[in-house]
T-cell receptor, first 114, second 115 residues
Framework: ETGVTQSPTHLIKTRGQQVTLRCSSQ?????VSWYQQALGQGPQFIFQ???????GRGNFPPRFSGLQFPNYSSELNVNALELDDSALYLC?????????????FGPGTRLTVL | AQKVTQAQTEISVVEKEDVTLDCVYE???????LFWYKQPPSGELVFLIR??????QNEISGRYSWNFQKSTSSFNFTITASQVVDSAVYFC????????????FGQGTRLTINP
């Protein structure tokens, strides 16, 4: 069984650019969540997708957007990058969107904005 | 709003010592779930335990044990006879029953076990 994978591993962008991060959920999982983890902080919830629809969103501006595809993989897009967007972006999947379900995390994409 | 506080930013102990990581949470909900995750240097979060707010029974898994006290809104994690491999950042998190499956994390405790 393949776990959650994310690409790329690292990424360097300049302020104002746009970026797309990708996530492949664990086999059989239909729910994907994205988290932003700034250095030395706990992860912050960005949004969740369930069966290709956004199922909840945290306190992030609209320039953070996402997609979930029919195979349940997902993308996180960030427009007009700002220096504060530098962080580790974690994707997590679960087989149901219920609170009790364990979320399985990928290794993350480390984004640096210069 | 939900909030999780891990007051211990960093803990450093010598191998074989016991260590307790504190977690205090705030929520107005009567039902919720609590989690502990471990984050090794590789970055991915590793699930350790899930606890339903209705279940206050303490749990032990090998060298790990968890003490949940709803009356004090605490969910503490103890490692007995710590080992160097336990070195990592540990996060406590809370999830509401309703709505999105949104984990609210504490700031984490960096645990260093010295040989």
């Amino acid at each position: 069984e393949t776990g959650v994978t994310q690409s790329p591993t690292h990424l360097i962008k300049t302020r104002g650019q746009q970026v797309t991060l990708r996530c492949s959920s664990q086999s059989g999982h239909n729910t994907v969540s994205w988290y932003q983890q700034a250095l030395g902080q706990g992860p912050q919830f960005i949004f969740q997708y369930y069966r290709e629809e956004e199922n909840g969103r945290g306190n992030f501006p609209p320039r953070f957007s996402g997609l979930q595809f029919p195979n349940y993989s997902s993308e996180l897009n960030v427009n007009a990058l700002e220096l504060d967007d530098s962080a580790l972006y974690l994707c997590a999947s679960s087989w149901k969107r219920e609170a009790s379900n364990e979320q399985f995390f990928g290794p993350g994409t480390r984004l640096t904005v210069l | 709003a939900q909030k999780v506080t891990q007051a211990q930013t960093e803990i450093s102990v010598v191998e074989k010592e016991d260590v307790t990581l504190d977690c205090v949470y705030e929520t107005r909900d009567t039902t919720y779930y609590l989690f502990w995750y471990k984050q090794p240097p590789s970055g991915e979060l590793v699930f350790l335990i899930r606890r339903n707010s209705f279940d206050e029974q303490n749990e032990i898994s090998g060298r790990y044990s968890w003490n949940f006290q709803k009356s004090t809104s605490s969910f503490n994690f103890t490692i007995t006879a710590s080992q160097v491999v336990d070195s990592a950042v540990y996060f406590c998190a809370l999830v509401r029953i309703q709505g999105a499956q949104k984990l609210v994390f504490g700031q984490g405790t960096r645990l260093t076990i010295n040989p």
